[in-house]
């Protein structure tokens, strides 16, 4: 399989822990991006990378939340202290620098107690 | 107010039916418009990519834009058991991010 992969696909944790999930994108796609989707919305944008370099946050990127590519190739995003809010399903997507797809991954299931 | 604006369903057709699923957003600079398809559990994946206003149509699937109407639509001839999943319309501006603005996402189930 050459798609996106992401890992875990479910994490149950409880409140005020730290949990890191992690994107593998489609290879040698040089941009990747992660998406937070809660129930019954859209995916909303958190953060982008262009390789290694992390170009934009949101705003709803809290301080609690990081997010890493270290070698330009896969992507980790952790969150510290985590709350019942955070719980959601957050997506890593992919794409090559010279097409506008979006490739997603089929998402981290976050349950936070 | 959010930007992109989407009616969450959920739309029940019959099997064959027609299905319209439609968008309305509010920030002129949007661009590029595009459909995903997302099954229970799963990424979303891209259907339709559209660039300004206009038809394009792709098999049984045909997106509108009317940019002067800021609205957006998919069509869906012939519909399928199969095609039961949330719909997303996303779209975004010219900008060199390429972030994706989503709607809600409305839910489809067709019925055999």
């Known amino acids: 399989d050459t798609g996106v992969s992401q890992d875990p696909r479910h994490k149950i944790t409880k409140r005020g822990q730290n949990v890191t999930f992690r994107c593998d994108p489609i290879s040698e796609h040089n941009r990747l991006y992660w998406y937070r989707q809660t129930l019954g919305q859209g995916p909303e944008f958190l953060t982008y990378f262009q390789n290694e370099a992390q170009l934009e946050k949101s705003r709803l990127l809290s301080d609690r939340f990081s997010a890493e590519r270290p070698k330009g190739s896969f992507s980790t995003l952790e969150i510290q202290r985590t709350e019942q809010g955070d719980s959601a399903m957050y997506l890593c997507?992919?794409?090559?620098?010279?097409?506008?797809?979006?490739?997603f991954g089929p998402g981290t299931r976050l349950t936070v107690l | 107010q959010k930007e992109v604006e989407q009616d969450p369903g959920p739309l029940s057709v019959p099997e064959g039916a027609i299905v319209s699923l439609n968008c309305t957003y509010s920030?002129?600079?949007?661009?590029?418009f595009m459909w995903y398809r997302q099954y229970s559990r799963k990424g979303p994946e891209l259907l339709m990519y559209t660039y300004s206003s206009g038809n394009k149509e792709d098999g049984r699937f045909t997106a509108q834009v009317d940019k002067s109407s800021k609205y957006i639509s998919l069509f869906i001839r012939d519909s399928q058991p199969s095609d039961s999943a949330t719909y997303l319309c996303a779209m975004r501006t010219g900008g060199a991010t390429n972030k994706l603005i989503f709607g809600t996402g409305t839910l489809l189930a067709v019925q055999p």
């Open positions: 997507a992919s794409k090559p620098g010279f097409t506008d797809t979006q490739y």
């Open positions: 920030n002129s600079a949007f661009q590029y």
